[in-house]
């Protein structure tokens, strides 16, 4: 079974530049997310997709940060204008569904480098 | 608000050892308790979880963790340690809310295994 992919692994930027990430979810998983780690931080949820409709985004940075998931399936993370403090690896998870009981299966992440 | 909490930083343990990595929650309810497992230049992987039940859990790579309801803790554990278990591992919680739930992580653990 194939895992979460995402692309691109590497991107660095100069600040206020524009940059997205994308993710394709493990198949059939209907549930999507999008965390931010910081070195040295655990990861924190920027966004949780069900299917194609938004469940959480209160950490959301919606002046700069946008995501969508237009056909329930891969999604697009973007970044527009880059601050410095946006440097991180983000992460996408997926899971079968918003369940209390399931685990996340994780992407090997899109490491951000802004200068 | 639901939460988990690692108290060390780093934790430096000799191979063949027994290791402890510390977790504790903060949870209103029955609790949803996940370790994860982050190696260099990778995504988080799943190790264990406790949903209910058995208070001693057993996951992947001869990982095992205690639910210790009194304590309120979920510390992870290995009767003997591999240099190739060193890694970041991070503890984690569901948070339920209203429409749905999220998994809240916490800062993480450097484990350190010397040969």
């Known amino acids: 079974e194939a895992g979460v992919a995402q692309s691109p692994r590497y991107k660095i930027i100069e600040k206020r530049q524009s940059v997205a990430f994308w993710c394709n979810p493990i198949?059939?998983?209907?549930?999507l997310y999008w965390y931010q780690q910081i070195l040295g931080q655990g990861p924190k949820l920027l966004i949780q997709?069900?299917?194609?409709?938004?469940?959480?985004d209160s950490q959301l940075p919606k002046d700069r940060f946008s995501a969508e998931r237009l056909k329930g399936v891969d999604s697009t993370l973007k970044i527009q204008p880059a601050k410095l403090e946006d440097s991180a690896v983000y992460l996408c998870a997926s899971s079968e569904r918003d369940s209390l009981t399931g685990e996340l299966f994780f992407g090997e992440g899109s490491r951000l480098t802004v200068l | 608000a639901q939460s988990v909490a690692q108290p060390e930083d780093q934790v430096n343990v000799a191979e063949g050892n027994p290791l402890t990595v510390k977790c504790t929650y903060s949870v209103s309810g029955n609790p949803y308790l996940f370790w994860y497992v982050q190696y260099p230049n990778r995504g988080l992987q799943f190790l264990l979880k406790y949903i209910t039940g058995d208070n001693l859990v057993k996951g992947s790579y001869g990982f095992e963790a205690e639910f210790n309801k009194s304590q309120t803790s979920f510390h992870l554990k290995k009767p003997s340690a591999l240099v190739s278990d060193s890694a970041l591992y991070f503890c984690a919680v569901r948070r339920i809310y209203s429409s749905a739930s999220k998994i809240i992580f916490g800062s993480g653990t450097r484990l350190s295994i010397r040969p």
């Open positions: 997709f069900q299917n194609n409709g938004v469940v959480d």
């Open positions: 198949s059939g998983h209907a549930t």
